[in-house]
């Protein structure tokens, strides 16, 4: 069995989508960059590096332009369904290690495969922004396409292990760095918050992703918020940042989303988006709150520390109260002003 990554997708319960949908002016594919090896481990100050010119068009690049619309939401462009993988590398101290070829890919995408400096210069981009120690279970790396501004990146639980994740991105989308930034950093966020230290992977939802009937009962027997993967730890991340923010609101979502025709269902999200605008920091925020926290851990990452005044950005305070996670984003900017390409 080839090194697959699994998603498990239970549309009767919930859309679970760890992939990151964006919208990119770029039309270049990616540009060759030197290869950048991942950053050693330093002793960093608490304060983090400062390159407001790389952060700060960051931020704008992946905010929600004061002009929006119901009618360019950045979550329900028309995009691909599965778009075609190209190859997938085992991950072994950092190095790309055999990777597996997938079969009957077109003449067209050929050198995208083949193309394995590209594919080396995003992985040590991805490694040289994320500290190694706090990504042990991300074991696999594909390159795939669903063609130009739809998925640019998405994680998931490995084909045959629930406790390792691996990294997805979409070479086509990669030219533009302000948003594959931002993107790598919000992937991150997933492997941060769902990882088996948080969220233990439910074995039995694990081996039999579309049995409703055992995904009901695993989460009938869960007392704290269930992500879809198990069961969340009470002092995880994720049930602190859903007990703070989504108690009040998640019925309403979820009868949303439980919406299966998708145009309905996205015309659904736009309204609770602008509904409750001043909760969230992007409209992709509103599709799951795994995304939500995963949003808000990017603008934790890349913007000033804000005032509070509203719950969005509350958001982004929350992950302030946590010493560690300061640290994190320390190293990260630290990492970012030194890599970034220029």
Same mark, same amino acid.
């Given at each position: 069995?080839?090194?697959?990554?699994?998603?498990?997708?239970?549309?009767?319960?919930?859309?679970?989508?760890?992939?990151?949908?964006?919208?990119?002016?770029?039309?270049?594919?990616?540009?060759?960059?030197?290869?950048?090896?991942?950053?050693?481990?330093?002793?960093?100050?608490?304060?983090?590096?400062?390159?407001?010119?790389?952060?700060?068009?960051?931020?704008?690049?992946?905010?929600?332009?004061?002009?929006?619309?119901?009618?360019?939401?950045?979550?329900?462009?028309?995009?691909?369904?599965?778009?075609?993988?190209?190859?997938?590398?085992?991950?072994?101290?950092?190095?790309?290690?055999?990777?597996?070829?997938?079969?009957?890919?077109?003449?067209?995408?050929?050198?995208?495969?083949?193309?394995?400096?590209?594919?080396?210069?995003?992985?040590?981009?991805?490694?040289? +922004?994320? *500290?190694?120690?706090?990504? #042990?279970? &991300?074991?696999? %790396?594909?390159?795939?396409? $669903?063609? @130009?501004?739809?998925?640019?990146?998405?994680?998931?639980?490995?084909?045959?292990?629930?406790?390792?994740?691996?990294?997805?991105?979409?070479?086509?989308?990669?030219?533009?760095?302000?948003?594959?930034?931002?993107?790598?950093?919000?992937?991150?966020?997933?492997?941060?918050? +769902?990882? *088996?230290?948080?969220?233990? #992977?439910? &074995?039995?939802? %694990?081996?039999?992703?579309? $049995?409703? @009937?055992?995904?009901?009962?695993?989460?009938?027997?869960?007392?704290?918020?269930?992500?879809?993967?198990?069961?969340?730890?009470?002092?995880?991340?994720?049930?602190?940042?859903?007990?703070?923010?989504?108690?009040?609101?998640?019925?309403?979502?979820?009868?949303?989303?439980?919406?299966?025709?998708?145009?309905?269902?996205?015309?659904?999200?736009?309204?609770?988006?602008?509904?409750?605008?001043?909760?969230?920091?992007?409209?992709?925020?509103?599709?799951?709150?795994?995304?939500?926290?995963?949003?808000?851990?990017?603008?934790?990452?890349?913007?000033?520390?804000?005032?509070?005044?509203?719950?969005?950005?509350?958001?982004?305070?929350?992950?302030?109260?946590?010493?560690?996670?300061?640290?994190?984003?320390?190293?990260?900017?630290?990492?970012?002003?030194?890599?970034?390409?220029?």
């Amino acid at each position: 069995m080839p090194p697959l990554t699994k998603l498990i997708l239970v549309s009767v319960i919930l859309i679970t989508s760890l992939a990151c949908v964006t919208l990119l002016g770029g039309e270049s594919p990616l540009e060759e960059q030197p290869l950048m090896p991942p950053t050693p481990a330093h002793v960093y100050p608490f304060e983090p590096a400062s390159c407001p010119l790389i952060t700060n068009q960051i931020v704008e690049a992946n905010a929600p332009s004061s002009d929006s619309s119901e009618d360019d939401s950045g979550y329900d462009e028309e995009v691909s369904d599965e778009g075609t993988y190209l190859v997938t590398y085992l991950i072994d101290n950092e190095n790309l290690i055999e990777p597996y070829y997938y079969e009957d890919i077109s003449s067209d995408l050929q050198n995208e495969q083949d193309n394995f400096e590209a594919h080396q210069t995003l992985w040590n981009y991805f490694a040289s +922004l994320i *500290p190694y120690e706090h990504r #042990p279970h &991300l074991t696999e %790396f594909s390159i795939f396409t $669903d063609g @130009e501004n739809n998925t640019l990146a998405a994680v998931a639980q490995t084909y045959n292990e629930p406790d390792l994740w691996g990294l997805e991105v979409d070479i086509a989308d990669t030219s533009d760095y302000y948003y594959l930034s931002f993107t790598l950093v919000h992937e991150f966020a997933h492997l941060l918050t +769902l990882g *088996p230290e948080q969220v233990p #992977p439910s &074995l039995a939802i %694990f081996n039999n992703p579309d $049995d409703n @009937e055992i995904y009901l009962q695993e989460l009938s027997a869960c007392s704290t918020y269930f992500p879809g993967e198990g069961c969340s730890n009470r002092a995880s991340y994720i049930n602190q940042f859903y007990n703070q923010f989504w108690t009040e609101i998640h019925d309403e979502w979820n009868e949303i989303n439980l919406e299966e025709d998708e145009d309905v269902l996205y015309e659904k999200l736009d309204d609770f988006y602008y509904q409750y605008e001043d909760q969230f920091l992007t409209d992709y925020a509103v599709t799951h709150p795994a995304e939500d926290i995963a949003e808000s851990f990017g603008f934790f990452v890349f913007a000033e520390k804000p005032a509070g005044d509203t719950i969005a950005e509350q958001k982004i305070l929350f992950f302030y109260q946590f010493p560690e996670l300061v640290k994190l984003r320390t190293e990260i900017l630290n990492n970012l002003c030194t890599v970034f390409p220029q």
